[in-house]
C-alpha cells in the first residue's frame, strides 16, 4: 500500500467517531418545562413519552430531552424557559403546567411550544384561538376549570344533606380568578353559599384546612391548579385530618388517600402533549394545530376515604364511576 493511500485510509478512520459524535448533536433536543418535581410526575411523564412513540420518536435513540423542573418554585421558570432558549431546543413542552407554558411563551416568540393545561389558553393568551392558535404555540386544553358545575352535581349525590361548600384556590395561579368565577356560578346555579379560601404555601394549606375543621357540615372542591397536584399527599392528608370532605379535579388525588376526583385523565393530557411534540418535530407548524380539547373525564371514588369520614357512598354513584379504590 503506498503512503498516501494509508495515510488516507487512516485519516478516515480516525473520522469515524468524529462524525458519530456529529450524528448525535444534530439529534433534535425537545426542552420539557414544568411546574413541579420529576418524582411526584413520574406517572404523567410517561405518557409524554407514549405520546413522543406514537410519533415516532424515542428518548436516547431519535430524540433528546432537556428537563427543567421548578419544584414548586414558580419564580425559577422564567430562567429556565430562557435557558432552553439559548440551547436552542427544537421545541419546549410545559405540560399541564400553566406557568410554565406562559413563562416559554414570554421567552421566545419563534421556538414552537405545546402547552397542556386546565385554564382557558385564549384568555390568558397563549393563543389566539382553539381553531386557530397563530404563532409558535399550541397544545391540549383539557377543561379542569369548566367543570365545577358536574363536580358540585356529583358532591351533592355523594352528600345530599351538605348545605354549605368552600372552595380552595391558590391566589398565585394565572387562571385563578377563572377557576373562582366558575366555582362561585356553579354554586349559585344549586343555590348555595361558597367560602373562598386561598392558599399558595405549606403554612396557609395548614391554616385553610384548620378553619374548615372548625366548621362541621362544609364540603371543599379544590381548584386545579399544578402547585396543588405537588402538594396532592399534603392536601389529601390535611382533608382526613380535619375531616373535611373534599372533591379533587384529578384522581392523582383519590389514589393517595383523596375523597373523590372528577376531571381530566392527566396522564392522557401529557400523551397528547407528546404527540404534538413529535408532530412538530416532524414539521407540523404550531399555527397549523388545533388546540386539542379532550371529551373524556373520570369519576375516582375512595372508599376508604369514605369511611374514614363515615359517609355511605350510593350505589348509583359507584355505578358511575371509572375506578372505585378499596
Do not use: C
Amino acid at each position: 500500500m503506498r503512503r498516501r493511500e494509508f495515510i488516507t485510509l487512516l485519516g478516515g478512520a480516525a473520522a469515524w467517531p468524529v462524525a458519530a459524535q456529529a450524528q448525535q448533536v444534530t439529534m433534535p433536543v425537545i426542552g420539557f418545562l414544568h411546574t413541579g418535581s420529576p418524582d411526584l410526575n413520574a406517572k404523567m411523564l410517561e405518557g409524554f413519552r407514549q405520546g413522543l412513540a406514537q410519533s415516532g420518536f424515542v428518548e436516547g435513540r431519535n430524540v433528546a430531552i432537556e428537563f427543567r423542573w421548578a419544584e414548586g418554585h414558580d419564580d425559577r421558570l422564567p430562567e429556565m424557559a430562557a435557558d432552553l432558549v439559548r440551547r436552542r431546543v427544537a421545541v419546549i413542552a410545559a405540560p399541564a403546567s400553566t406557568p410554565a407554558a406562559l413563562a416559554a411563551k414570554a421567552a421566545t416568540a419563534t421556538i414552537p411550544i405545546v402547552f397542556a393545561t386546565g385554564a382557558d389558553p385564549v384568555a390568558l393568551g397563549l393563543v389566539a384561538s382553539l381553531n386557530r392558535p397563530g404563532g409558535n404555540v399550541t397544545g391540549i386544553a383539557f377543561q379542569t376549570i369548566e367543570i365545577a358545575g358536574k363536580q358540585f352535581g356529583l358532591f351533592r349525590e355523594l352528600m345530599p344533606r351538605t348545605e354549605r361548600f368552600a372552595a380552595l384556590v391558590n391566589p398565585d395561579f394565572p387562571a385563578a380568578e377563572a377557576v373562582l368565577n366558575n366555582f362561585q356560578a356553579a354554586a349559585s346555579r344549586i343555590g348555595r353559599p361558597l367560602e373562598i379560601l386561598r392558599a399558595s404555601t405549606d403554612r396557609e394549606l395548614e391554616v385553610a384546612f384548620a378553619s374548615l375543621g372548625q366548621k362541621p357540615g362544609v364540603a371543599l372542591m379544590v381548584g386545579g391548579d399544578p402547585s396543588f397536584t405537588s402538594r396532592r399527599a399534603q392536601i389529601t392528608a390535611l382533608a382526613a385530618r380535619f375531616a373535611v370532605p373534599t372533591m379533587y379535579v384529578a384522581r392523582e388525588f383519590a389514589e393517595v388517600g383523596g375523597l373523590v376526583s372528577y376531571g381530566p385523565d392527566l396522564t392522557n393530557a401529557y400523551r397528547e402533549t407528546g404527540v404534538y411534540t413529535g408532530r412538530i418535530l416532524k414539521g407540523d407548524k404550531p399555527a397549523d394545530l388545533p388546540v386539542a380539547q379532550p371529551t373524556k373525564f373520570e369519576l375516582v371514588i375512595n372508599l376508604k376515604a369514605a369511611r374514614g369520614l363515615a359517609l355511605d357512598v350510593p350505589d348509583k354513584l359507584l355505578a358511575l364511576a371509572d375506578e372505585v379504590i378499596e
